[in-house]
């Protein structure tokens, strides 16, 4: 069970990371703010059509393109 | 002197060493490592500033750059800088730079924002669980500055040896990972600790597996055994595992150390963000609030240059009453005559737009701006970032082009570059405006600026198309609210305003020079006459167009100030027709970056492309302008 994407979760829901797909460049990138997997966070914004959106993880916000969320995997 | 981006290592580094380096509430700025030096207690102490960071991988220049300057330079002490209300994520780097095994000291900055938050951190908790000294600073306020210069003396004074920090451990299997590997390690010869390498070894890091791997190649395989043996317990690459590894450890010391009592109204900052960055109202506002910044730049700057402009002319006449009229006097008054346009650029414009963009900067406004325009800004193949870029643009080009450092990759900094010179700056909003807003009418105005907002997303979404690479995402942090600083505000505009001249001065001194001597040797009208098969033939605009177009790459409004002083009237629609003063304010907006945007774009991408975006601009202008005109042409006979 891979869970599903983190774009398709609507806002203010919280969810824990189960896995992150794509290249290595991208998922240190991710790591390196501390998305990890295992990690807990909260959708706090997302932009109109197809925006970026705001995720509060370890008690700051981050913004993240929309392509960069859709490769992060979670489950409520 | 290290630290994620946005934590206040600049403002620390300018207050120990006077220092100024660029400040504001915004990630990644310092993209250079920046020295200085001070003396305390008789000590003399280097600082170095390393950019910001987020992890000591090889992922970017900067974080390479750092971690090789720790351990190959091997600093006294290390001090580590992180916001105060942004723990958790801040000591995740914490932990990777105590892998390095150099003395540290923790300055928590910003404590000050935190009883708002309702969060207390205990110090002596933290400074007992990392094993390093922990010092609370209130940068801007200039708390906390010596207690970290005092604890460093002492760390080195006490000579503690690095080894006998308690090791912080991570979970039970990646530890005896670490170890197996250490031990092969033994024999191996490096700068760098020996744990730290294992640590990189099963991170893959590439530049660690080469530089162990002409020493010995056995490591490499046990390595990559051990990689592969963790991928299995685990389901992830070993370097993500490594990662949730200090992740989980940094969020264990934060919960020791931390305590919350969330505040239950939401704050002001919390509904001011809740406002800028809605769906639909956050457009609204941002627009209002960019428009508000234009127009009342604009109308300073009008009004400012306006004065400034009297009483250069009234110089002129003193000059030229004590040094004469003669070939020499002429050409040192060019010289005074360009700096005073730098000037005059400077302080009517510059200065208030650097002032609001700062300001909006230390409010954390910019990073939503961001946010608002990431969408925007990839369908032209670059992401929100470089909105703060092109916005700077309109005000002028010179700026805009330096911020293009904060794009991540090369591709993206040369492609924002170049399309911010494709901004109106406030020089051509004076020739839009005073030419074809006063005499044809506002909508044409506008419709030029329509023009060039089409054309920079034209060119956008081509030059992302014919570059090689893949665009980046947008990965930022979006900053908490917070009341401006006034005084950092004001040292910012004034230090980027002091960086304005001095990389604009050299080039528009020259071309400022060397114009005055072609008019004073009677070429410019040979010149406008050679010009003129483009000028005249296919722009269909006068023959002292070439003039003007020359004196207009020194600085854009001098064509419409040359434009009055030839004709001897500032009624230009007694000599040119509606679609000539069109045509002449497109040409002037592209055609080519003034000698200054010249300057500017050479320090960041070097002669060669400066010159071929000088090139493709006046080409594309010449192209544009004659078929508009033609067109208005067309339609003015139908």
Same mark, same amino acid.
Request: net charge positive.
């Given at each position: 069970?891979?869970?599903?994407?983190?774009?398709?979760?609507?806002?203010?829901?919280?969810?824990?990371?189960?896995?992150?797909?794509?290249?290595?460049?991208?998922?240190?990138?991710?790591?390196?703010?501390?998305?990890?997997?295992?990690?807990?966070?909260?959708?706090?914004?997302?932009?109109?059509?197809?925006?970026?959106?705001?995720?509060?993880?370890?008690?700051?916000?981050?913004?993240?393109?929309?392509?960069?969320?859709?490769?992060?995997?979670?489950?409520? | 002197?290290?630290?994620?981006?946005?934590?206040?290592?600049?403002?620390?580094?300018?207050?120990?060493?006077?220092?100024?380096?660029?400040?504001?509430?915004?990630?990644? #700025?310092?993209?250079?490592?920046?020295?200085?030096?001070?003396?305390?207690?008789?000590?003399?102490?280097?600082?170095?500033?390393?950019?910001?960071?987020?992890?000591? %991988?090889?992922?970017?220049?900067?974080?390479?750059? *750092?971690?090789?300057?720790?351990?190959?330079?091997?600093?006294? +002490?290390?001090?580590?800088?992180?916001?105060?209300?942004?723990?958790?994520?801040?000591?995740?780097?914490?932990?990777?730079?105590?892998?390095?095994?150099?003395?540290?000291?923790?300055?928590?900055?910003?404590?000050? @924002?935190?009883?708002? !938050?309702?969060?207390?951190?205990?110090?002596?908790?933290?400074?007992?669980?990392?094993?390093?000294?922990?010092?609370?600073?209130?940068?801007?306020?200039?708390?906390?500055?010596?207690?970290?210069?005092?604890?460093?003396?002492?760390?080195?004074?006490?000579?503690?040896?690095?080894?006998?920090?308690?090791?912080?451990?991570?979970?039970?299997?990646?530890? !005896?990972?670490?170890?197996?590997?250490?031990?092969?390690?033994?024999?191996?010869?490096?700068?760098?600790?020996?744990?730290?390498?294992?640590?990189?070894?099963?991170?893959?890091?590439?530049?660690?597996?080469?530089?162990?791997?002409?020493?010995?190649?056995?490591?490499?395989?046990?390595?990559?055994?051990? =990689?592969?043996?963790?991928?299995?317990?685990?389901?992830?690459?070993?370097?993500?595992?490594?990662?949730?590894?200090?992740?989980?450890?940094?969020?264990?010391?934060?919960?020791?150390?931390?305590?919350?009592? #969330?505040? #239950?109204?939401?704050?002001?900052?919390?509904?001011?963000?809740?406002? /800028?960055?809605?769906?639909?109202?956050?457009?609204?506002?941002?627009?209002?609030?960019?428009?508000?910044?234009? @127009?009342?730049?604009?109308?300073?700057?009008?009004?400012?240059?306006?004065?400034?402009?009297?009483?250069?002319?009234?110089?002129?006449?003193?000059?030229?009453?004590?040094?004469?009229?003669?070939? &020499?006097?002429?050409?040192?008054?060019?010289?005074?005559?360009?700096?005073?346009?730098?000037?005059?650029?400077?302080?009517?414009?510059?200065?208030?737009?650097?002032?609001?963009?700062?300001?909006?900067?230390?409010?954390?406004?910019?990073?939503?701006?961001?946010?608002?325009?990431?969408?925007?800004?990839?369908?032209?193949?670059?992401?929100?970032?470089?909105?703060?870029?092109?916005?700077?643009?309109?005000?002028?080009?010179?700026? *805009?082009? @330096? =911020?293009?450092?904060?794009?991540?990759?090369?591709?993206?900094?040369?492609?924002?570059?170049?399309?911010?010179?494709?901004?109106?700056?406030?020089?051509?909003?004076?020739?839009?405006?005073?030419?074809?807003?006063?005499?044809?009418?506002?909508?044409?105005? &506008?419709?030029?600026?329509?023009?060039?907002?089409?054309?920079? +997303?034209? @060119?956008?979404?081509?030059?992302?198309?014919?570059?090689?690479?893949?665009?980046?995402?947008?990965?930022?942090?979006?900053?908490?609210?917070?009341?401006?600083?006034?005084? /950092?505000?004001?040292? !910012?505009?004034?230090?980027?305003?002091?960086?304005?001249?001095?990389?604009?001065?050299?080039?528009?001194?020259?071309?400022?020079?060397?114009?005055?001597?072609?008019?004073?040797?009677?070429?410019?009208?040979?010149?406008? %006459?050679?010009? *003129?098969?483009?000028?005249?033939?296919?722009?269909?605009?006068?023959?002292?167009?070439?003039? $003007?177009?020359?004196?207009?790459?020194?600085? #854009?409004?001098?064509?419409?100030?040359?434009?009055?002083?030839?004709?001897?009237? /500032?009624?230009?629609?007694?000599? $040119?027709?509606?679609?000539?003063?069109?045509?002449?304010?497109?040409?002037?907006? &592209?055609?080519?970056?003034?000698?200054?945007?010249?300057?500017?774009?050479?320090?960041?991408?070097?002669?060669?492309?400066?010159?071929?975006?000088?090139?493709?601009?006046?080409?594309?202008?010449?192209?544009?302008?004659?078929?508009?005109?033609?067109?208005?042409?067309?339609?003015?006979?139908?």
């Amino acid at each position: 069970m891979e869970g599903i994407s983190l774009i398709t979760l609507k806002e203010g829901k919280e969810a824990k990371i189960v896995s992150i797909i794509g290249g290595r460049a991208a998922s240190k990138r991710l790591a390196d703010l501390g998305l990890t997997p295992g990690t807990s966070l909260r959708v706090v914004e997302k932009a109109p059509l197809f925006g970026p959106i705001v995720v509060e993880v370890r008690g700051s916000r981050l913004i993240l393109g929309r392509g960069l969320a859709s490769k992060v995997f979670v489950e409520k | 002197m290290a630290g994620n981006a946005n934590v206040g290592k600049s403002v620390i580094f300018n207050q120990l060493t006077g220092l100024h380096q660029h400040i504001g509430n915004w990630a990644g #700025k310092t993209v250079e490592k920046a020295e200085g030096t001070l003396n305390y207690k008789g000590y003399t102490i280097n600082v170095l500033d390393l950019p910001g960071i987020y992890s000591l %991988t090889t992922y970017s220049i900067e974080e390479l750059i *750092s971690r090789e300057y720790i351990a190959v330079q091997k600093p006294d +002490f290390v001090v580590n800088i992180i916001d105060a209300t942004n723990l958790e994520r801040n000591l995740i780097f914490t932990l990777q730079l105590l892998e390095l095994g150099r003395p540290a000291i923790l300055a928590v900055n910003m404590v000050n @924002l935190l009883k708002k !938050q309702g969060i207390t951190i205990d110090i002596k908790k933290l400074e007992r669980l990392l094993g390093i000294p922990v010092v609370p600073t209130e940068a801007i306020y200039r708390k906390g500055i010596t207690e970290i210069l005092d604890r460093g003396l002492e760390l080195i004074s006490s000579q503690l040896l690095i080894s006998s920090l308690p090791k912080l451990k991570y979970g039970k299997e990646v530890e !005896q990972e670490i170890e197996k590997l250490t031990r092969f390690l033994r024999e191996v010869e490096s700068d760098y600790p020996k744990r730290w390498l294992a640590i990189k070894l099963l991170e893959k890091d590439r530049e660690i597996e080469k530089l162990i791997g002409t020493q010995a190649p056995e490591v490499i395989e046990e390595a990559r055994r051990l =990689c592969l043996r963790l991928e299995k317990i685990h389901g992830h690459d070993s370097s993500i595992v490594i990662a949730a590894e200090r992740c989980y450890l940094a969020s264990q010391i934060t919960q020791k150390v931390i305590e919350v009592t #969330k505040p #239950k109204n939401p704050s002001l900052e919390e509904r001011l963000n809740d406002i /800028t960055c809605h769906k639909i109202l956050g457009y609204p506002v941002m627009i209002a609030i960019l428009s508000l910044m234009f @127009l009342t730049v604009f109308k300073f700057g009008n009004w400012s240059s306006g004065l400034l402009g009297s009483i250069f002319i009234d110089w002129q006449r003193v000059y030229e009453g004590f040094f004469g009229v003669s070939v &020499f006097s002429s050409l040192g008054w060019a010289i005074l005559e360009s700096v005073f346009s730098l000037i005059q650029i400077a302080l009517p414009y510059i200065l208030p737009f650097y002032f609001f963009l700062y300001f909006l900067e230390d409010l954390g406004y910019l990073a939503r701006v961001a946010y608002l325009t990431d969408n925007l800004m990839h369908k032209i193949g670059i992401h929100g970032k470089a909105c703060i870029p092109l916005i700077l643009g309109f005000g002028c080009n010179v700026p *805009s082009c @330096l =911020c293009c450092r904060i794009m991540e990759t090369e591709r993206e900094r040369f492609i924002t570059g170049f399309l911010t010179t494709f901004v109106p700056c406030s020089a051509v909003t004076v020739i839009i405006m005073g030419l074809v807003g006063k005499f044809v009418g506002i909508a044409p105005a &506008f419709g030029l600026y329509f023009l060039a907002i089409l054309t920079i +997303f034209g @060119l956008g979404k081509l030059v992302s198309k014919v570059l090689p690479g893949e665009p980046t995402e947008l990965i930022m942090e979006m900053p908490d609210y917070k009341m401006p600083h006034f005084k /950092t505000v004001i040292l !910012q505009t004034w230090f980027r305003l002091k960086e304005f001249i001095f990389i604009a001065a050299p080039l528009v001194i020259i071309s400022g020079l060397v114009i005055k001597f072609l008019q004073i040797a009677g070429w410019l009208d040979l010149i406008a %006459t050679i010009l *003129s098969p483009i000028t005249v033939g296919w722009l269909g605009l006068p023959v002292i167009t070439g003039v $003007l177009l020359i004196f207009g790459i020194l600085r #854009k409004e001098l064509i419409l100030v040359m434009l009055a002083t030839l004709l001897g009237t /500032t009624n230009f629609a007694q000599i $040119l027709t509606p679609a000539q003063m069109i045509t002449l304010a497109l040409v002037s907006m &592209f055609y080519v970056p003034c000698v200054a945007t010249i300057a500017a774009f050479r320090q960041e991408f070097g002669w060669g492309k400066a010159l071929a975006v000088t090139g493709f601009k006046i080409l594309f202008a010449i192209g544009i302008g004659g078929i508009v005109y033609r067109l208005l042409s067309f339609f003015a006979q139908v």
